[in-house]
């Protein structure tokens, strides 16, 4: 690309642009998974709506590959494009908080973490995720699984409005009154209808939390997963809970059910009182926690720089065979800083809406499996990837096709498809009315009906 674009581009912009070799550069385009290593001919650091429609209108006047970064969490790497413009939304961090009405208008490159501590200075919180540093529009934008779900709903649903810069270069705001159908289909579309400068939220008071979890030997996997499934079908929506094969910093293997209650404290013991009396475990860490250091606890064991690779779908049925195949995978893991297998319950306020009322369809299953494997040393990478791959095989009976898009690795149009399950073809139809050459490509994919070249 010539010198002089850029130059002009940078004329345009209130933020940095980077080049390759420039100062900045390669920290703008690394990402916490060490497996994503792509070089951007252009980043774009965008700071407000206006550098974000003057990177859009350059990267169609070159015909780039375009990718957008928030939080750059996209285990998929979705974020950093080869040789192409990287729209870098990191920098926009502006947050403003409506005590009145209970609701938080917040930047995309806000962090969870950054986000929970303004909301949490008030006593207030929405859904996010249950790690600090992962971006709130990636994960917004593709579902939001996290400790208040079964509460409040998926981040998506405390959404009430977004503005959102079109392939065109448009500002447009989407809410249940102004684009509606857009709207609809933003919510769960990660990514694919445009880029989103401001995303406005629902807040909800949230205090102390009873959180923590227990840890039992690895080799109890399946004692701990039959006792989970069977405690799983009679929580209250104030308690979400997961299990899964990790590795405590000591090195120790163990089977763990991390659990965060957000009701009234006075029932919290009472509700987790099954879980904490289960067996013999090696430890327990249950206590009254503030919601920040609630949403902090999985932080140690996700530093930047490690190799990860996911594989991930829902349960079809957590039967004993499907509980069988876990425990034995549970015992192989070949890195320490692995989370697999591992188990999501979800349930409660985000179970409750329709498939079709907003474009995330997975409402029915109750457990989400990962196979999240992390590894430190480049050298690990072929065995630990076919193992996850092993693993995920083994499963597979157990499964349903559709996975939660936030949390695959890059499979591929056919797993694309089945992330949006029967959303597909009317977030088609969306694509076709608002990316209809499909500009917004590095993503889980919908592909318009006609894609042009863009
Ligand atoms: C360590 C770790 C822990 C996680 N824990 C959870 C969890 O508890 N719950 C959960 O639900 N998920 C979790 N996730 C998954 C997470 O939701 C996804 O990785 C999500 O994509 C992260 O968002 P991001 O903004 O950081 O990612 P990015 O990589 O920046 O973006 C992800 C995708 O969204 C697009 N995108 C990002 N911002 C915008 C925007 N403003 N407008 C349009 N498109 C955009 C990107 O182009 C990309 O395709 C976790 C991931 C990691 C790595």
Request: glycine share 10%.
């Amino acid at each position: 690309m010539e010198i002089s674009s850029i130059e002009k581009l940078r004329t345009k912009m209130r933020g940095a642009v980077f080049c390759p070799g420039q100062e900045g550069y390669d920290r703008a385009r690394t990402i916490p998974n060490a497996m994503i290593d792509r070089r951007p001919a252009v980043i774009a650091r965008c700071t407000g709506a206006a550098d974000v429609i003057a990177s859009v209108r350059f990267g169609r006047e070159h015909d780039l590959l375009v990718s957008v970064r928030g939080g750059g969490h996209s285990v998929a790497g979705k974020s950093v494009c080869d040789g192409g413009l990287m729209i870098d939304l990191s920098g926009m961090k502006g947050m403003r908080v409506d005590l009145a009405k209970r609701t938080a208008r917040a930047e995309p490159g806000l962090t969870l973490g950054e986000f929970d501590s303004e909301t949490q200075a008030f006593g207030l919180a929405t859904t996010l995720g249950t790690v600090t540093k992962t971006g709130i529009s990636g994960l917004t934008l593709g579902g939001g699984w996290g400790h208040l779900h079964a509460n409040y709903g998926l981040a998506l649903d405390n959404l009430i409005s977004v503005d959102v810069v079109t392939a065109a270069g448009e500002l447009l705001t989407a809410s249940a009154s102004e684009n509606p159908e857009l709207f609809w289909g933003l919510r769960g579309s990660s990514g694919n209808l445009g880029i989103v400068t401001s995303l406005e939220y629902r807040l909800h008071q949230v205090g102390h939390v009873f959180g923590g979890a227990v840890f039992y030997p690895v080799t109890k996997t399946r004692e701990v997963f039959h006792f989970f499934r069977e405690f799983a079908g009679s929580i209250p929506d104030e308690l979400v809970i997961q299990t899964a094969a990790v590795s405590l910093p000591d090195g120790t293997p163990v089977c763990a059910v991390v659990g965060c209650y957000s009701g009234t404290l006075a029932h919290a013991e009472e509700a987790l009182k099954p879980l904490r009396m289960f067996g013999t475990p090696i430890g327990d860490i249950f206590a009254p926690i503030s919601y920040v250091q609630m949403q902090s606890l999985f932080d140690p064991f996700f530093p930047p720089g490690r190799y990860t690779y996911v594989k991930s779908n829902f349960v079809r049925t957590l039967s004993d065979q499907a509980i069988e195949t876990m425990a034995e995978y549970a015992n192989s893991r070949p890195s320490p800083y692995s989370f697999a297998p591992a188990l999501e319950h979800w349930h409660g306020a985000a179970a409750r809406v329709a498939a079709t009322d907003t474009a995330f369809p997975h409402r029915n299953h109750s457990y989400n499996l990962m196979a999240w494997s992390n590894w430190a040393d480049q050298a690990d990478s072929e065995k630990n990837v076919q193992w996850t791959r092993e693993f995920w095989h083994a499963m597979k009976p157990h499964l349903v096709e559709g996975s939660y898009v936030n949390y695959v690795s890059d499979e591929g149009e056919p797993s694309a498809r089945a992330a949006y399950g029967p959303n597909y073809n009317r977030l088609v139809a969306l694509k076709n009315k608002y990316d209809p050459t499909n500009f917004f490509r590095m993503n889980h994919n919908i592909k318009p009906a006609v894609a042009k070249s863009a």
